[in-house]
C-alpha cells in the first residue's frame, strides 16, 4: 500500500512538473511574441519618423506629414498597449502630439539642402519609400485614390526639384573646378528644366532662378577672363620676339 502511496505520489509530482513547465514554455514563448511584436512595431516607428524628418517639408504638403505622424502615434499606442511600463513610449507619444499641432499650424519644418549626389541620391530613396508605404495605405483605404493620386503627384515633382538643385550644385561645383563648359552646360539644363517643371511652388522656382542666373552670370565672366588670359600672354611673347629681332638686326647693321 505503502508503495502505491509513494508511486502515486511522485506521478502526481510528475504531472505537476510537467505541467509547470509547460506552462513556463507557454510564458516564454508569450512573452517572446509580445518582444517580437514590439519590434516590429518599433521598426516601423523608426521608419515612419526617418521619412518625415528626413524629407525636407518643401517637398510634402501637410496632409502627408499628418497621416505619417498620424500612423506614427498608432504605432506608439500599440507599443504602449504591449509593455504599459515604458516610460520613452509616453514620452515620444507626447512629442508626436505636439509635433501633430505643428503641422496643424503649419509650424513644422525641415529644411535640408541638396549637397551632394550621394545625399540627393539618399533624398530620392526616401521619397520613393514613401511612395510605396501611401501606395500601401491606399490598398488599406487610409487614403482614397484621389488622395493617393494627388501625393503621388507632389512626390514626382520632388524627384524633379531634386534634379533641378542637383544640376545647380554640379554646374556650382564646376565652376569652382574650373570646368567652365560643363558648368554651363549644366546651368543651361537647370534653367530649362526650370520654365518646363508644372506646378512647382513659385518662391522655390523663384529662388531657382536667381540662383541659376547669378552661377551663369558668373561663368560668362570666368570665360571671358579666361579667353583674355589664353590671348594675351601669345601677344606678349610675340612683341617679345619682334623686338629681340629688331635689335639682334640693328646690331649686326651696326
Request: one cysteine or more; aromatic letters at 6%.
Amino acid at each position: 500500500m505503502s508503495w502505491l502511496l509513494i508511486g502515486g505520489t511522485i506521478g502526481a509530482l510528475l504531472v505537476l512538473l510537467i505541467a509547470f513547465n509547460g506552462y513556463q514554455q507557454a510564458r516564454e514563448q508569450q512573452r517572446v511574441k509580445k518582444l517580437e511584436e514590439i519590434f516590429k512595431r518599433r521598426q516601423q516607428v523608426d521608419f515612419l519618423s526617418q521619412l518625415l524628418t528626413a524629407i525636407p517639408t518643401r517637398y510634402l504638403n501637410k496632409e502627408v506629414c499628418g497621416l505619417l505622424n498620424q500612423q506614427i502615434d498608432i504605432q506608439l499606442q500599440n507599443i504602449m498597449a504591449l509593455d504599459p511600463e515604458q516610460k520613452r513610449i509616453r514620452e515620444e507619444i507626447a512629442e508626436t502630439e505636439t509635433r501633430g499641432q505643428q503641422i496643424e499650424s503649419g509650424q513644422f519644418s525641415i529644411d535640408s539642402p541638396v549637397n551632394s549626389n550621394d545625399q540627393a541620391q539618399a533624398l530620392s530613396n526616401q521619397l520613393n519609400r514613401l511612395l510605396k508605404l501611401l501606395s500601401q495605405w491606399q490598398k488599406r483605404k487610409l487614403i482614397s485614390p484621389t488622395q493617393f493620386q494627388l501625393h503621388k503627384t507632389r512626390l514626382e515633382l520632388a524627384v524633379k526639384q531634386i534634379s533641378i538643385e542637383l544640376l545647380l550644385l554640379r554646374a556650382s561645383k564646376d565652376r569652382m573646378s574650373g570646368i567652365l563648359t560643363t558648368a554651363m552646360k549644366h546651368i543651361e539644363q537647370a534653367i530649362e528644366a526650370l520654365e518646363k517643371i508644372p506646378g512647382v511652388d513659385e518662391d522655390w522656382r523663384k529662388n531657382r532662378f536667381e540662383q541659376a542666373n547669378s552661377i551663369k552670370q558668373q561663368l560668362k565672366n570666368e570665360m571671358i577672363s579666361r579667353d583674355e588670359n589664353r590671348n594675351k600672354p601669345a601677344s606678349i611673347e610675340k612683341d617679345i620676339f619682334e623686338v629681340s629681332a629688331e635689335q639682334d638686326w640693328r646690331t649686326q647693321v651696326e
